[in-house]
């Protein structure tokens, strides 16, 4: 065999080699030009998305709800389009590409997000445009019960999708992002975790609001005010009540009356825990004092009994104070009575100060109170309501806990329970304290009262973490307060200083924690004890002269329980208390 075979044999290897690089060159060049143009393509479908979503928000923040069927509808299709061009094979190779894979993986994480939101959020617009136009109301005054509660699924697969959403992009870096994907990515993980919760509260409220407004039957519900001027810890004085029945959801006022009309006939106890009958005693009996726990439903129960034993039987409770008055006001107007116009600006003012210096006597000041309360009532029961406007002026009272409600119905008391507005106190373990503090002067000083609340946790993981709770009460009663009303009469020391008043402090130390030591105005001092909810209870009493400040301190071993995040539970009052939480790395 010559040499010439080998010599051509080896040229042969390397041309097939040559011609495979080039074909492998040339398969690299057009993956790319092809990826590219997906890129440029995909990218103008994104611009396409993002200027039809903000046509969504548009027609929804400036409430043009003729506009939002449409504009969902191309968003929708924009979004479906982007999603099935980012999860092609395409799409798969530039995930990978230095530089820009990161923007390719966040543009499909987006695009299918949008998508499912969008899918979901369909079936709802219909419904949306009843209820933001208050179509769900005959003529009669009854709202469409059966439309609203079928809205629940609907509502739900929205909320479980945003949620989604919001957990799929909040794991996108952004500062990894082509600046142009940057701001659609933040806007929409933004959105979604905002509106994943009120979503799934929509879909409870769907679940569960139709029975309790009679859908299956009429209710009565007992509408107690409450007035943090002289605090209570299930929220306040009560004022006033209210009957309202429900019948296929139209409600109608049955009866109002006042604290002395609530007082000729006594609450019967029996329907109060053991360890409630224990701590509170008497107390529980009277329509003035029943209120002093921070558990609503323990309150509620036994207001419940003494509506029962007045011949009044209520199937719920809902308890409301002069903010929850004001927000509402911020929707139907002001409302006049009795010489009297309350405006969404001087509500809390007039309920819990100003009432007391213009009408010396009780009757009339309870008569005018409750005069103005039935014409707001009124307005509000003949109002076409914007439901939208109501729901966000309510938002932050029903945080801050000035709107409690209670259900007789066991399964509408397990959804309650779960709920800001359910008022419960947890007895479990965990890092969840509640503070509360009882007027003991029987005045309306608390309408000056300002509460700090610091809670230093301390955390560890072998030893029992060893914790402070500070409460810090500050009087702020301006000079010149009305002398001759009673109001801001020392009941518990006829001799006490102008200006003063008297709190009882109630610390509900989390479940399985253990008292070491405690100190008022920084000196070593007692607290007495008590239990309920399966809690130790710690509490002292306190006169605050005006202008001054009391702190009271407790230092306590509490179990470990991660799981938990730490807790503070606190009451309605006229000036929000202020909470700090700080979680230590030592157990001291």
Not at 15 to 37: D, P, W
Not at 238 to 255: E, F
Not at 343 to 359: G, I, K, M, P, S
Request: glycine share 8%; net charge neutral; aromatic share 6%.
């Amino acid at each position: 065999m010559s040499d010439s075979q080998p010599k051509a044999s080896r040229r042969g290897r390397k041309l097939k080699i040559a011609l495979g690089v080039v074909v492998g060159v040339a398969l690299v060049i057009v993956g790319a030009v092809l990826a590219m143009q997906s890129w440029l393509a995909t990218f103008r479908q994104a611009q396409a998305g993002d200027a039809s979503m903000n046509a969504v928000l548009g027609a929804v923040n400036s409430r043009q709800w003729n506009q939002l069927a449409p504009a969902l509808q191309t968003a929708q299709a924009d979004a479906a389009e982007l999603n099935r061009r980012t999860h092609g094979i395409a799409w798969h190779v530039l995930g990978a590409v230095p530089f820009i894979g990161a923007s390719a993986s966040a543009t499909a994480d987006l695009a299918q997000s949008l998508d499912e939101v969008l899918t979901a959020g369909q079936p709802l617009v219909p419904q949306a445009e009843k209820v933001v136009n208050w179509h769900l109301q005959g003529d009669n005054g009854s709202l469409d019960l059966s439309s609203f509660k079928s809205s629940a699924p609907d509502l739900r697969k929205l909320g479980a999708s945003l949620s989604a959403a919001a957990q799929r992009l909040a794991s996108i870096d952004t500062d990894s992002l082509v600046a142009p994907l940057v701001s659609p990515v933040a806007r929409f993980r933004d959105l979604a975790a905002s509106s994943s919760g009120p979503a799934l509260v929509a879909a409870d409220l769907a679940t569960w609001g139709p029975s309790m407004l009679g859908a299956d039957g009429s209710r009565n519900w007992l509408v107690l005010l409450q007035n943090p001027a002289e605090a209570r810890g299930g929220g306040g004085f009560p004022g006033g009540y209210v009957t309202v029945a429900a019948r296929d959801g139209r409600l109608k006022v049955l009866k109002t009356g006042t604290s002395d009309d609530l007082n000729r006939v006594a609450i019967p106890d029996a329907s109060a825990p053991a360890d409630a009958k224990d701590l509170w005693g008497k107390r529980l009996k009277g329509w003035n004092t029943f209120n002093q726990s921070p558990h609503f439903p323990t309150v509620a129960r036994l207001a419940a009994a003494g509506m029962a034993a007045r011949g009044e039987p209520v199937s719920g409770v809902v308890t409301v104070d002069p903010r929850v008055v004001a927000a509402i006001l911020q929707v139907i107007g002001p409302v006049s009575a009795s010489g009297e116009t309350i405006t969404a600006q001087n509500a809390e003012q007039f309920f819990t100060v100003d009432v007391y210096a213009r009408y010396r006597n009780s009757k009339q000041r309870d008569s005018v109170s409750m005069s103005l309360v039935q014409a707001m009532l009124t307005k509000l029961l003949s109002t076409a309501l914007d439901p939208v406007a109501l729901v966000n002026v309510l938002r932050s009272p029903v945080a801050d806990g000035d709107v409690q409600v209670w259900s007789a119905r066991p399964n509408e008391e397990a959804w309650l329970s779960t709920t800001s507005v359910g008022g419960v106190v947890p007895n479990t373990p965990g890092s969840v304290v509640a503070v509360v503090a009882n007027n003991s002067a029987g005045s309306k000083m608390d309408a000056f009262m300002a509460t700090d609340l610091d809670y230093q946790r301390g955390v560890c993981s072998s030893a029992t973490p060893q914790s402070t709770l500070t409460v810090t009460l500050k009087n702020q009663a301006p000079d010149g307060l009305p002398k001759d009303t009673g109001t801001y009469d020392r009941y518990d020391d006829q001799g006490a200083p102008r200006g003063s008043t008297s709190t009882v402090v109630y610390i509900y130390a989390p479940v399985g924690a253990n008292y070491l030591s405690s100190t008022i105005d920084g000196k070593k001092a007692p607290m007495y004890l008590g239990h309920e909810r399966n809690r130790q209870v710690w509490y002292a009493y306190l006169p605050i002269n005006q202008g001054e400040q009391r702190t009271v301190s407790v230092h306590f071993q509490e179990p470990d329980v991660p799981d938990v995040a730490p807790r503070v539970i606190t009451q309605s009052m006229v000036n929000h208390p202020q909470v700090r939480i700080d979680s230590r790395e030592s157990c001291g």
